[in-house]
């Protein structure tokens, strides 16, 4: 079973930064391809950014440039640093890891006030 823990979110102003962290008891973490989506209120989850084992990074084409994704294979992490955070970036953020079947972590949630 794996299981995925995000932690970082938190109240933050326009134009601050945040960095959430992913842990996971996923025994070859090298094996997934992680990721980052995100859901805000009365809207679907939508994809943030993804990291494939290899280290090849996709983001949607809205958050180039103010998010970055990043891993640490050897302590089975997941990172996404969000800089220039804006208030429409308010949402529960999802850490997901993937090999033939989808994970999800229970969501960290991220407030921008203006």
């Known amino acids: 079973q794996v299981q995925l823990v995000e932690s970082g979110g938190g109240l933050v102003q326009a134009g601050g930064s945040l960095r959430l962290s992913c842990a996971s008891s996923?025994?070859?973490?090298?094996?997934?391809?992680m990721g980052w989506y995100r859901q805000a209120p009365g809207k679907q989850r939508e994809l943030v950014a993804t990291?494939?084992?290899?280290?090849?990074?996709n983001y949607a084409d809205s958050l180039k440039g103010r998010f970055t994704i990043s891993r640490d294979n050897a302590k089975r992490m997941v990172y996404l640093q969000m800089n220039n955070l804006k208030p429409e970036d308010t949402a529960v953020y999802y850490c997901?890891?993937?090999?033939?079947?989808?994970?999800w972590g229970k969501g960290t949630l991220v407030t921008v006030s203006s």
């Open positions: 997901n890891a993937h090999r033939i079947m989808d994970y």
């Open positions: 996923v025994t070859i973490f090298s094996n997934y391809a």
């Open positions: 990291i494939t084992s290899g280290g090849s990074t």
